[in-house]
């Protein structure tokens, strides 16, 4: 092979690949007809568990838990894409996207720190990656101090998933928010919008998922409701995260004590560090807003989701010619028994 390195080969071949299709590598009709659908869909369920609750608890439940999977589907393919800049080449629409998290509950500000900075900077690596991060509850890497209970982990960790994402909402969020850090990392100075912006949309949450729900429900039924639909969005959330990093396959490098880097090449580390997941699953792969290609999205975060599937090919040619491991999984059931026993064996190291 060319002594070009793969980063520079990547990188290449798909500015090749887009200039032959004429097309940008933001989001496209494909995209905004999706997220159109999900907003949608979002309110006209939010609207009628809220204000047409149905008599039978059992169609209210599966309403709230079909809320979970649209919030999560949101984030994955709405906001996810915005935050990057890669929903449109627009900056305002971009913007737009990344502010559906706001109004679901978290802050997109801190998020960009946390995700596009952090987790995409630091991969895997322990004391730096916030998303591999999950002490004392699970121990996900070999580095980080194992507990009694960790032996049990994997077959507790549902529970754990589950609650993601009210730790996220209302926790996560205000301790890197008023601590200033995401793990060991600063954040960045906040400015009067960002305060602004912070604390007007966590009040909007508060009125949309707290105030009127009890107010037309009442207080036992939306604390089962809210139970129901924070718990299904914290299992989805989480299982697609993980999937995508903390499997058998996939590595936990530590920095560089002397220079404070990794050893390997960037794109090197990302594709050891990074899995893949059923990306010939047409359901699974528009559900999670490709996600699912996490390889493709580590390497160029600044790509739509939409492209992803084109951009793998590239990718695995790429890795043949370089000699370099393209981790996937062809199923996700295949990911999600890799993962407990990538927690079984983390469990008892």
Partial sequence: ?????????????????????????????????????LIFSFVIFYTHVIFFTSNYALISLMECMILGALTSAI??????????????????????????????????????TKHNIVHHTYTNIEGMDDDIDLKPFLRLCNTQKRYGIHRFQHLYFWMAYSLF???????????????????????SNISRLEHLSFWTFKILHLILFIIIPIYSCGLLAWSIGFL?????????????????????????PSLNIK????????????????????????????FTGGLNFQIEHHLFPYISHIHYPAISQIVKQVCKEYNVTYNEYPKMRLALVSHILHLRQMGRA
Avoid: C
């Fill in 165 to 187: 994402y009210f730790f996220w909402v209302f926790f996560s969020d205000y301790n890197k928010y008023f601590s200033r850090k995401v793990g060991d990392i600063k954040i």
């Fill in 228 to 252: 129901t639909y924070g718990l299904f969005a914290g299992i989805v959330l989480s299982l697609v995260f993980q999937l995508a990093h903390t499997v058998q396959s996939t590595h936990f």
């Fill in 1 to 37: 092979m060319s002594s070009i390195s793969i980063s520079a080969e990547l990188r290449k071949r798909t500015t090749d690949y887009f200039v032959s299709i004429q097309s940008k590598p933001t989001g496209n009709i494909k995209l905004y007809v999706k997220a159109i659908v």
């Fill in 75 to 112: 984030g994955f393919n709405i906001m996810h894409d915005g935050a990057h800049g890669s929903f449109s080449k627009k900056k305002i629409f971009n913007d737009l996207a990344g502010i559906s998290l706001n109004v679901l509950g978290a802050n997109v500000f801190l998020w960009k």
């Fill in 259 to 286: 220079t404070g880097r990794v050893e390997d090449e960037w794109a090197i580390h990302q594709l050891k560090t990074t899995s893949n997941f059923a990306t010939r699953n047409k359901l699974i792969s528009w």
